[in-house]
């Protein structure tokens, strides 16, 4: 796929200090990731994979390497990126149109576009009708919606998601994965998702990066050319994918 680098990543290294010992996390991982396109990471539990997304969030340094975010570090550029984590993130006491426009509010913009552009999404996301409600009186659905809505209201140019529908039930979160599926090719937005969910890598990562055990390297990058059909998973194709990434997990957690 075509398109400027959003992201690049050379010779990442990462560790934690753990009781006076130092503890690999991550080693010798290079990615890059392009504009438009969409990435899913995957690998054994505790493999640094959410590490992996805070260190391209700007949350965390590297201890070595290079990571880029258009072309600065990710602390640089943090008005460009949006993250989407699994607990929605959502303030309680704040109604759904007062957390979708806080990222606008922190940044300054002036009330009548942070206005426009909150009307917008939430009519794209089909939360208009909801704009006054409180997170309680949402379903999980829809509560994953408006952390979307808040990520994508700020127009960023690279969105990451750490497991975002890991608490939905698989009817919920599979009409969620269309709506992500939609949303991406209609924005061209350069994502990058974490996931346990085999199924949901290979239907939202065009391509797919496979982790090792501790510490987490990239042992294999998987190109996913059906990705972007929202018939693909009724594809044998698609579980052809599924099944190859499968095996590649079960090694990896053999081996570790």
Known sequence: MGGSPVVEIEDLHFFYRVGGRKVQVLEEVNLQVREGEAWAVIGPSGCGKTTFLYLLAGLLDPAGGRVAVCGSSPRQRQREIALILQNYGLFPWKTVWQNVVLGLQMRGLPRREQARRAEAILEELGLAELAQRYPEELSGGQKQRVAIARSLVTEPS???????????????????????????????????????????????????????????????????????????????????????????????????
Do not use: C
């Open 158 to 256: 690279l969105l990451l998601m750490d497991e975002p529908f890991s608490a939905l039930d698989a009817l919920t979160r599979e009409r969620l994965q269309n709506f992500l599926l939609d949303l991406i090719q209609r924005r061209r937005l350069a994502t990058v998702l974490v996931t346990h969910n085999i199924e949901e890598a290979a239907f939202l990562g065009r391509r797919i990066a496979v982790f090792s055990s501790l510490p987490g390297r990239i042992l294999e990058v998987v190109d996913n050319p059906g990705m972007g059909d929202p018939d693909y998973r009724a594809t044998e194709k698609f579980w052809q994918t599924v099944n190859y990434l499968r095996s590649r997990l079960q090694g990896q957690r053999l081996a570790s």
